[in-house]
């Protein structure tokens, strides 16, 4: 028996190297549930956080994704190099709190391993993955917005528990903060217009998604989110309307800019004159008092950088320990982990970056997800001036797009080329 369950075993390793059509439906209803619980996370550990461990598994013994030792090396130099940051920066944290600092790093470590998961699962099964990944996400978004909408118009019951604030007046709801929230919606409103302007079909779900999204992302009041949300969509429609040049796909994005955009301004305003947000919105466009705090609060954390070039530790400099957080991912990783921490964190984005850049101008079957998960990364990157993202979920989610996307295409040349010549809007792309 125990030699039948290792012969199992290997085969179940030896599945990846074997032509598949899809993932096998177990597999693909456990990467959905994970994706789709991934919003609930009020409280951590969250409950994706406890199936991700039994999914991993599952999916490593049936060989349903790419080793993760396959991964192009500027992505395994680049963790590897920033987790030996990590553990050197950890010297420092011996005067501090040394239970913290580990912690903070064995979230750090999760954070990586979810890259990993989602790298090696799209480079085995590629746009049968993604599409199983987008629903699974999707469905995740539209859960969250449809809750923090019904809680913002007071129709849940116990809607204040929604709200970040006494006051109700910003929707963090499945989440704990709405500064989170809000972009993992921003996130979806590209994943779901992406489904609606490259498929053969439009779907409803997915403008009801992208619409419920946007009016989601305005009832956070996250500030953050709204700069990742315009940096994110002059991103998308400049790849989409001059790099990718599709006529279908233009007519329906600017079609669906027409339609979508007095909706959400008609949504917004009714919600202004229902209530006495209006006031609170005119404050938030405004520069606000904790702002001035902040940035002197970050020239102080340089000037501890320029002090410990290894950093003083993985999760260290925070509040209450200093007056304030550091709010920007970049500076925190370089007072937290050193020169070589940071430098080791920007490869590791800037290939990410790289490789989904690479795959719009290639124009081929899965251009609709490169340029989607680029313009998400883009807006994210942006806001990490002003907010700490290391440890989102969705931000290593949609980092991982772009590599387990061109790691499939790059084993599958054959497969990525017929697919360019079976796509239902090359005739008149240009």
Avoid at 77 to 88: E, P
Avoid at 172 to 199: C, E, I, M, Q, R
Avoid at 311 to 325: A, E, K, N, T, V
Wanted: hydrophobic content about 55%; proline content about 4%; aromatic content about 12%.
């Amino acid at each position: 028996m125990s030699s039948g369950y290792a012969a199992g075993l290997v085969e179940g390793l030896e599945y990846e190297e074997r032509a598949s059509v899809a993932p096998a439906p177990l597999v693909a209803l456990a990467v959905t549930l994970l994706l789709a619980t991934s919003s609930f996370v009020s409280v951590e550990p969250a409950l994706c956080d406890i199936l991700f461990g039994p999914v991993l598994v599952l999916v490593l013994i049936t060989g349903h994704m790419v080793s993760p030792l396959r991964l192009p090396g500027v992505f395994l130099g680049s963790i590897i190099v920033f987790m030996l940051a990590n553990y050197a920066s950890m010297a420092s944290a011996w005067a501090w709190d040394v239970g913290d600092s580990w912690f903070y790093l064995a979230v750090t470590l999760y954070m990586l391993a979810y890259f990993v998961f989602f790298a090696g699962f799209l480079g085995r099964f590629g746009q049968r993955g993604m599409e199983i990944m987008r629903d699974g996400y999707l469905l995740a978004a539209l859960i969250t917005a449809t809750i923090g909408v019904l809680a913002a118009f007071h129709i849940l019951p116990n809607s204040e528990a929604y709200f970040r604030d006494a006051a109700l007046t910003r929707v963090k709801s499945t989440f704990k903060d709405p500064n989170v929230f809000a972009p993992f919606l921003v996130g979806a409103v590209f994943l779901g217009a992406a489904a609606l302007v490259h498929a053969e079909r439009m779907k409803i779900r997915y403008l009801l998604v992208v619409v419920l999204s946007l009016i989601g992302v305005t009832l956070s009041f996250s500030r953050g989110a709204w700069v990742h949300l315009a940096v994110s969509l002059v991103a998308y429609l400049a790849m989409e309307l001059i790099l990718v040049r599709r006529q279908v796909v233009s007519r329906r994005l600017l079609g669906g800019l027409a339609f979508v955009s007095p909706v959400l301004v008609a949504g917004v305003f009714a919600l202004l004159v229902t209530t006495d947000l209006g006031s609170y919105l005119v404050q938030r466009l405004s520069f606000q008092s904790y702002d001035a705090d902040r940035f002197a609060n970050q020239f102080f954390a340089l000037e501890l950088a320029d002090r410990n070039l290894l950093g003083i530790g993985p999760g260290q400099y925070m509040f209450p320990r200093f007056s304030l957080d550091i709010h920007n991912l970049y500076l925190r990783v370089l007072v937290e982990n050193g020169v070589v921490g940071l430098l080791a964190l920007l490869t590791l984005l800037g290939a990410s970056l790289f490789y989904g850049l690479a795959g719009v101008l290639r124009r081929g079957p899965n251009v609709g997800t490169y340029t989607a998960s680029v313009a998400v990364i883009m807006g994210i990157m942006v806001e990490s001036l002003v907010i700490d993202t290391l440890h989102w979920r969705h931000f290593f989610f949609f980092l991982s797009i772009p590599v387990g996307l061109m790691m499939y295409e790059r084993s599958r040349p054959a497969e990525a080329a017929d697919g360019l010549s079976a796509l239902p809007f090359e005739d008149g792309a240009e």
